[in-house]
């Protein structure tokens, strides 16, 4: 009886630790054999271009991302742009292609800058999610 108990707990378990969570949305940045997850926690504003006032981009799909500052947010993606510097990337957003570019300099995430977004579902899609 009692090993009855014991294998039918572990099966239990066994299949619990098989099941996939579901992860938070992101914006994959992938370029070389690297990716990096910008996902809400590390997002401190996430605006549409048109919210942001500035002329130049108010009719484009553009979104605007300010990230945390910390290890975990800026420091890695600072770190993943350096580090792919030169190199074609590819952003993803739930899996949906976002855009396909090309890593030229570096910035500060900390300070904001412009994603480009191929269409304004897929951009309200990415606003709506990480806000």
């Known amino acids: 009886m009692t090993n009855k108990l014991i294998l039918m707990l ?3 378990l066994g299949l619990t630790g098989c099941v996939s969570q579901k992860k938070p949305l992101s914006l994959d940045y992938i370029a070389g054999n690297e990716t990096f997850h910008l996902s809400k926690p590390c997002i401190e504003q996430a ?3 048109r919210e942001t006032g500035d002329q130049l981009s108010v ?9 945390k500052k910390g290890l975990n947010c ?11 510097l ?12 976002v855009i396909k570019t090309r890593i030229v300099s570096t910035f500060s995430p900390e300070k904001g800058f412009y ?13 709506k999610n990480l806000n």
Do not use: H
Request: hydrophobic content about 40%; cysteine-free; glycine content about 4%.
């Open 74 to 84: 800026n420091d890695k993606f600072k770190l993943f742009l350096e580090k792919n």
């Open 47 to 49: 605006l549409s271009a």
């Open 10 to 12: 572990s099966t239990i």
């Open 59 to 67: 009719n484009s799909n553009n979104v605007f991302i300010k990230v």
């Open 115 to 127: 994603q480009a977004v191929e269409s304004n579902k897929l951009s309200d899609e990415i606003l």
């Open 86 to 97: 030169g190199k074609e990337m590819f952003i993803y957003f739930d899996g949906k292609p």
